[in-house]
């Protein structure tokens, strides 16, 4: 039995496969991708010469795809279980991939942005990975949480919030992004075209802003201090007495774009404000257990 965002007790034992429609989207949208860039190779090929760079790169990205769709069609066709003792993942054909007892369950993890969690033993050297893309998955999400909640304990504080993944996806997007920009700056002011450079490093300037924000321990620690929850960003310092604090949630925002969601703990106050708290403070599991357990206190 677990408590759903709605208030009310719902049985989560059951069997839960891959929601057909993420399976059907993520094939499609490899299959155009192939399309397309197999496309571009082959007119780039006849073009500049099939050992160019062009068909090269359509190569990479095509092998990319390829093993994006075989890695979508291997899991659709697995199932997730749920019971009293524990949880398991068998594959299409019902064999036993994975599982763990939870009276076995010693730590949650996630990763980025919920897309997994990571279920791991106390000897921290076996796991269970549960794919968002499962059936239910709030439910799924939520009776996991809930039987981490048994054997989950709040360490003394103070609690300084730390990333555990120092290297982001975004940190590589904006990096790259940032670094092109800079480039572009540079070379545009040696051509003196002075109007292109200045946007270039307008855009520079930003998309590094952006990369510097992902870590907000650059502004100092962020955390749990006594009764004083402190959120430290590059522009911006928030405090939040326990006293204050109504209630803890655990929200998602789906991304339009990949079909997985964006996973951030809620923070409600009696003065009928909110505070977000993002995975660039932490993992969400551990921080929304940690909250929760402090604001019990």
Not at 20 to 44: C, D, E, H, P, Y
Request: with cysteine.
């Amino acid at each position: 039995m677990v408590v759903n965002p709605s208030g009310e007790t719902t049985n989560s034992n059951g069997e839960y496969r891959f929601d057909q429609n993420m399976v059907r989207l993520g094939i499609g949208a490899t299959t155009v991708g192939l399309l397309l860039f197999g496309s571009l190779g082959v007119v780039a090929g006849l073009q500049e010469g099939f050992l160019s760079k062009g068909p090269v790169i359509s190569v990479f990205a095509c092998l990319a795809l390829f093993g994006a769709a075989i890695h979508i069609s291997r899991h659709s066709g697995r199932t997730l279980r749920m019971t009293d003792d524990g949880i398991l993942i068998s594959d299409k054909h019902g064999t036993q991939i994975c599982g763990l007892h939870w009276v076995e369950l010693a730590r949650v993890t996630e990763r980025r942005r919920m897309a997994q969690l990571a279920l791991w033993d106390k000897s921290g050297t076996r796991r269970v990975l549960v794919d968002q893309q499962y059936e239910k998955f709030a439910l799924i999400r939520a009776r996991i949480l809930a039987e981490y909640a048994k054997v989950f304990s709040l360490k003394p504080l103070p609690i300084e919030f730390q990333n555990p993944s120092p290297m982001l996806l975004e940190t590589l997007l904006f990096g790259l992004v940032g670094v092109f920009c800079a480039f572009g700056t540079w070379s545009t002011f040696r051509q003196g075209q002075l109007g292109l450079s200045v946007c270039f490093l307008s855009f520079a300037t930003i998309y590094f802003v952006y990369l510097l924000n992902l870590y907000p321990r650059i502004a100092g620690p962020s955390g749990l201090f006594g009764d004083e929850l402190v959120l430290r960003s590059l522009f911006k310092t928030e405090k939040l007495n326990r006293k204050d604090v109504s209630s803890v949630e655990l929200q998602d925002i789906a991304n339009p774009h990949g079909g997985t969601k964006f996973s951030f703990v809620l923070l409600n106050t009696r003065q009928n404000k909110q505070m977000r708290i993002t995975s660039k403070f932490g993992s969400i599991p551990e921080l929304y257990l940690t909250l929760r357990a402090w604001l019990q206190q």
